[in-house]
């Protein structure tokens, strides 16, 4: 009744106040989830979550090919058509005259660093834009001061590019890089137990994940940080896969450092990143590339790489509209909402474990891990593929100087655009999997290639 409600109000608010057809669509669809949200702001996020009527809109803001399941949106997720479109025009805007228009765009970019900031609850002083996660965080781990001895304090679950970035530090300087082991899900308590036995007196880093890329484990950061703090030592977060997921205040987390992906779960252009960096801890980071002694306590001596697509980072305003439009309190609980659809249907195959905490209060939203007792995750994986057209990821841990874990997973991750179909048919595909096995032939070999080659690509 609501939804129709909504349609119909919709509907007549766009014939009237827009009335073109031809508007709309050039708008990518961003005015169609405008008047979407506007027409059911006065139901709760669960309700909307529910509501098929509103994110048909949504998922029709997306140009996507609907022949592949994509369940691996904690990879690079696809921009909306808004987004997407603002990529070309500023591309095209600035190949018309670079001296002239680049300069234009590169400074309007502060006016994106404070709509950030204040998205995402922090100091505009605070927000270096970046061109993704990896870069941002080795800002950070590359710029801080350390010498032969000091010890960096981390997890086997960390991100590998992030442990690979330690342990050049570990082989160009002599730092010592401490990895705790923590089992999956695994308690908020006993993440903080695990840091707090390992600090010595040597720590003068801490460096994990809000939320890891495997089974999507929350850290409690806050608790972290201040227990962090509390004895002089630096917090660096990676936030790759949280910032636009769930919503939270930056300032709130009380973290040293933060570096995130946009091109992830704020669905901004391939190339998009920030890195937040409390106040008083910008002096103590060098930025990757040299900037001059005045920039020392500026934010914006982290953006300073020479030249780049600015297209790309101009295209971010977009993207934080699109994330606006929606609403971070309606798309986290649409994720929540599609992850615990398939999970709460998994339920009835007691082959099938999910290995990410599900529970309330909330720990996960749009990206959950699960496997099925007996079955390599690279042969479900490939089944999935071959017989259903689902693209999901495997886990398996690896040796150092990458992440080493002892379970193997599925990493499942729908987005804003996914239907409920879609995510019906994965349920099929993985009762299917779980009665009657997967054939053998599909277990791959030592040496045989990955479903999805990334060479390159981390
Ligand atoms: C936890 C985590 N950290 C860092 C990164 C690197 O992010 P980017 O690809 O934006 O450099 C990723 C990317 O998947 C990630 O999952």
Redesign the pocket.
């Known amino acids: 009744m609501k939804s129709e409600l909504w349609s119909r109000r919709a509907f007549l608010r766009m014939c009237g106040a827009v009335g073109a057809t031809a508007t709309m669509a050039s708008a990518g669809g961003l005015e169609r989830v405008t008047a979407a949200s506007q027409s059911v702001a006065d139901r709760t996020p669960v309700e909307v979550a529910q509501d098929e009527f509103y994110w048909r809109e949504v998922q029709l803001a997306f140009k996507l090919d609907r022949g592949l399941i994509n369940l691996n949106n ?3 997720c696809p921009s909306p058509r808004v987004v997407l479109e603002s990529v070309f025009r500023y591309m095209e805007m600035i190949n018309m005259l670079p001296v002239h228009y680049q300069g234009m765009v590169a400074n309007n970019i502060q006016t994106i660093r404070r709509r950030m900031a204040n998205e995402f609850g922090c100091d505009p002083e605070e927000m270096a834009l970046t ?7 080795q800002i950070v781990q590359n710029g801080i001061d350390l010498k032969a001895g000091d010890e960096v304090l981390t997890t086997e679950q ?2 590998p ?2 442990l690979t970035t330690w342990d050049q530090r570990v082989r160009r300087e002599g730092i010592k890089v401490t990895r705790i082991q923590f089992p999956v899900p695994a308690a908020q308590d006993d993440l903080y137990r695990r840091f707090e036995q390992a600090i010595t007196p040597k720590t003068k880093v801490m460096h994990f ?1 809000h ?3 495997l089974t999507a484990q929350l850290f409690p950061v806050r608790r972290l940080s201040q227990l962090a703090r509390s004895k002089g030592i630096v917090t660096i977060v ?1 936030g ?2 949280a910032l636009g997921q769930f919503p939270f205040k930056l300032r709130d987390l009380e973290c040293d450092a933060y ?6 779960w704020l669905l901004a252009p391939i190339g998009n ?1 920030c890195l937040y960096v409390r106040k008083e801890m910008i002096p103590r980071f060098w930025p990757l590339q040299a900037a001059p002694e005045q920039q020392d306590n500026d934010i914006r001596k982290f953006e300073s790489i020479g030249t780049h697509p600015w297209a790309i980072r101009a295209a971010l305003g977009e993207a934080l509209a699109f994330h606006q439009a929606i609403g971070a309190e309606r798309k986290a609980a649409r994720l929540r909402y599609l992850t615990l659809r398939w999970a709460n249907a998994l339920k009835a195959y007691p082959k099938v474990k999910i290995l990410t905490n599900l529970g309330e209060p909330a720990e996960a939203w749009g990206v959950a891990a699960v496997n099925i007792e007996g079955i390599d995750v690279r042969a479900l994986a490939r089944f999935l593929m071959d017989k259903y057209r689902v693209i999901a990821v495997p886990l398996v841990g690896g040796a150092p100087p990458n992440q080493v874990f002892d379970y193997q997973a599925l990493r499942v991750s729908p987005n804003v655009y996914t239907t409920l179909e879609e995510i019906d048919t994965f349920i099929e595909a993985m009762a299917d999997a779980a009665k009657n096995g997967v054939p053998e032939d599909l277990i791959p070999a030592e040496d045989e290639p990955d479903l999805f080659p990334r060479e390159g690509i ?1």
Do not use: I, P
């Open positions: 904690g990879f690079t061109r993704g996660a990896s870069e941002a965080l960390d991100y590019r992030m994940c939320t890891t890329n990676d790759a896969h570096g995130v992906s946009l091109h992830k990143g981390d």
